[in-house]
């Protein structure tokens, strides 16, 4: 079963166009969750994207682009089927900044503000008063307070043997166990300076492997859970897998491609969620095309037609039953929408893994065959709906 036409001549899916058209009618439907970082230089908003996303400094620095004159944008892994968007506001240090533009442009696009702050700076006039702006023209727009570099303080910060002592940190007038000095009075004096300007304060510690502390990403998790609590159901399992522990010993290629299949699996379960019989198989489906090219490119392999034969036989004929069941089911409101997008995110990210694993082999020497595809298939299709409950 193909999963959209092909033109061989050019390598690519003959509706490009199209597909691109009707991607961007699903993100006007349910908006790519947007983060607006704002903090100075060197406050950690890059350590932050690195947590949160598994990329290396490189590829995130490389990856922004110019949005307004002070800020710039990152979308993650790509432009085209983003899993996260950043907003990097710059020249906070400026005593020119002027809010105004970026207020303008990133009202009504962004979810979610994380301010980064350091939690030895005491220097914050000009991200507060900037800041002050920003949260009287969006006063619904949740702002979470990240103090970072907590080891600049202490010296080091070696809490793995005890319980977290900053698990109630966005609630201060919660007990929490003895931390070490001065970190308290230093938390409890950022609270005040931006009393009325967070919704909740994470403090977090987020350095490299090389640097020898005990826990390179202390609070990171709870930032992570803070953060997709904010965000669309499609996107918050595939957010929560990508740093997954199966992935800590992957090459580049692969982690690249576990980038790409997320990605187009929260696309395909927002794609499936469109309340409308029928209308978003075509949709799903180029989804999955497109999927199928992004991945033989990271590892350079041609799709011959005889190669995807082999990859349009990994569902068999369950990719038309399941999706012809999810069409059935769009009839009977709210229940036919869950099994719709569910079905979607499940599907594409069995194809995904599933072709990741043939061109990996490919690239190998191998030549996997139709039958083993199958049963990688069926093993990550399992995983694909245990991913999509576990929301």
């Known amino acids: 079963m193909a999963l959209a036409r092909w033109n061989w001549r050019s390598g690519r899916p003959e509706d490009d166009a199209v597909y691109e058209k009707q991607i961007q009618e699903i993100r006007d439907k349910t908006p790519v969750p947007a983060i607006w970082l704002f903090g100075k230089t060197g406050s950690g908003k890059s350590s932050v994207v690195r947590f949160l996303t598994g990329a290396e400094d490189a590829t995130i620095g490389e990856g922004y682009r110019p949005e307004t004159k002070t800020s710039r944008r990152f979308d993650f892994p790509d432009s085209l089927e983003p899993l996260l968007s950043f907003l990097d506001t710059r020249g906070l240090a400026e005593a020119n900044y002027d809010p105004s533009d970026d207020i303008a442009a990133f009202a009504d696009s962004t979810q979610l503000m994380i301010v980064t702050v350091r939690i030895a700076d005491h220097a914050l006039h000009r991200v ?22 907590l080891h600049e303080v202490t010296g080091s910060l070696d809490l793995s043997d005890g319980p977290d002592p900053f698990a109630h940190a966005d609630d201060v007038d919660s007990k929490t166990p003895p931390v070490p000095d001065p970190l308290p009075a230093l938390i409890q004096e950022k609270v005040s300076q931006f009393a009325g300007l967070h919704d909740a304060v994470i403090p977090v510690d987020l350095t490299q492997l090389e640097d020898g502390f005990a826990d390179p990403n202390f609070g990171g998790d709870r930032l992570k859970h803070a ?29 690249r491609a576990r980038w790409q299949v997320l990605a187009s699996s929260a696309l395909a379960g927002t794609a499936g969620a469109v ?56 009839f009977i409101p709210w229940v036919g929408i869950a099994a719709g997008a569910a079905t979607s995110f499940a599907f594409t990210y069995a194809l995904g893994m599933s072709w990741d694993w043939y061109f990996a082999d490919l690239r190998q020497g191998h030549v996997p065959s139709s039958d083993q595809l199958k049963e990688i298939f069926a093993e990550e299709l399992k995983r694909g709906h245990e991913l999509w409950r576990a929301k």
């Open 128 to 149: 507060i008063e900037p800041l002050r702006q920003i949260r009287k023209a969006s006063p619904h727009r949740p702002i979470m307070l990240v103090l970072t570099c």
């Open 227 to 255: 953060i997709l609590n904010q965000l669309p159901l499609a996107y918050r399992q595939a957010i929560l897998t990508l740093n997954d522990t199966e992935t800590e010993n992957a090459s580049s290629r692969q982690t």
């Open 275 to 330: 309340p409308v019989p029928w209308v978003d198989i075509p949709i799903v489906l180029g989804i999955q095309t497109h999927l199928a090219m992004k991945l033989a490119k990271i590892y350079d392999q041609e799709i011959t037609p005889a190669r995807w034969a082999v990859l349009s036989s990994a569902a068999g004929t369950r990719v038309a039953v399941r999706l012809g069941m999810r069409g059935i089911l769009k």
